[in-house]
């Protein structure tokens, strides 16, 4: 009896996770999937019709939206990886006994509302706000240029709010990092490039991997940023299931969109683990 017990201990340990994801997950998308095969409308209400041909329509229609999306995210992962990896190093191995000071420095922004902080970059990136003013009176700039409803605003704002994303698993990776093993490769006559590239790279990996994951899929589906920074060159797949759902009441198509999106993501989640090899990673933080 105590055998049994103790095999079924992590299941039932398991089992409230499990029940959340369930009910809050499992049973949305599988509706959600359902309706996306219906067809109807808001009056007469909508029909299981298994109508698969939703999905190529929204395909069709707004593949320029998504494939928009999909670059946005690779450019804004990758400057946050780049931004980051250089400040989570410097907190992880020089900020000594201020890393939470700073850490939380990095974490204030999230005190204030995401929509406060991306109508932020709305008045510092407006033509006459307190960057292009200046610039323009003295002549350093054109009257007529302008930042806003720009591919660059609209990286400019999914790369600031979603850098804390990118920061915080590169931090956790970096700073289990054992300080002995850089010192055992400068006796070996390592330099700090070499030691960096074999020894704090391949262990700062899962970091990497996690942030990576955890910036570029909320990046792909934002909407925020790309309707207050952005225009109408500059939307976002976010934008339109937004406006299927909240004003054409379209629902089956914005439900399949949603899917196709999905489904997409999941797809370079695992061609990107699959490169990157999460097996090694795994056994690299398995091991340390």
């Not at 991306?118 to 302008?146: E, R, Y």
């Not at 990118?166 to 400068?186: F, G, K």
């Not at 030691?195 to 990497?208: D, E, W």
């Amino acid at each position: 009896m105590r055998s049994l017990r103790s095999r079924l201990a992590p299941y039932w340990l398991a089992l409230p996770g499990g029940m959340w994801l369930a009910i809050f997950f499992v049973v949305p998308m599988f509706f959600m999937l359902s309706l996306s095969l219906q067809t109807g409308d808001t009056l007469n209400g909508y029909q299981q019709t298994f109508h698969w041909s939703t999905y190529s329509d929204v395909l069709s229609g707004y593949h320029v939206q998504f494939v928009r999306s999909i670059i946005y995210a690779v450019i804004v992962t990758s400057l946050a990886l780049l931004i980051s990896y250089p400040m989570a190093y410097w907190i992880a191995f020089r900020a000594g006994r201020h890393k939470s000071t700073f850490l939380f420095l990095i974490l204030l922004p999230f005190f204030v509302s995401f929509v406060i902080r991306t109508l932020s970059w709305q008045f510092i990136l407006a033509d006459n706000g307190i960057v292009m003013g200046p610039l323009k009176d003295l002549h350093l700039l054109p009257q007529d240029f302008h930042v806003l409803a720009t591919s660059f605003a609209v990286i400019c704002g999914l790369t600031y709010n979603f850098l804390p994303f990118m920061v915080l698993p590169l931090y956790v990776s970096l700073e289990r990092i054992d300080h002995r093993l850089v010192e055992a490769a400068h006796d070996l006559y390592a330099g700090r490039f070499a030691a960096f590239r074999r020894v704090v790279l391949p262990l700062s990996l899962p970091g990497v991997f996690a942030g990576v994951l955890i910036t570029f899929v909320p990046v792909a589906s934002d909407y925020v940023n790309a309707t207050i920074l952005g225009g109408t060159h500059t939307t976002m797949i976010g934008n339109i299931v937004q406006t299927l759902y909240l004003t054409n009441n379209d629902y089956p198509a914005a439900s399949a969109l949603s899917f196709t999106l999905m489904g997409a993501l999941l797809l370079g989640i695992f061609a990107y683990a699959r490169a990157l090899g999460t097996e090694d990673v795994m056994q690299t933080a398995a091991a340390r």
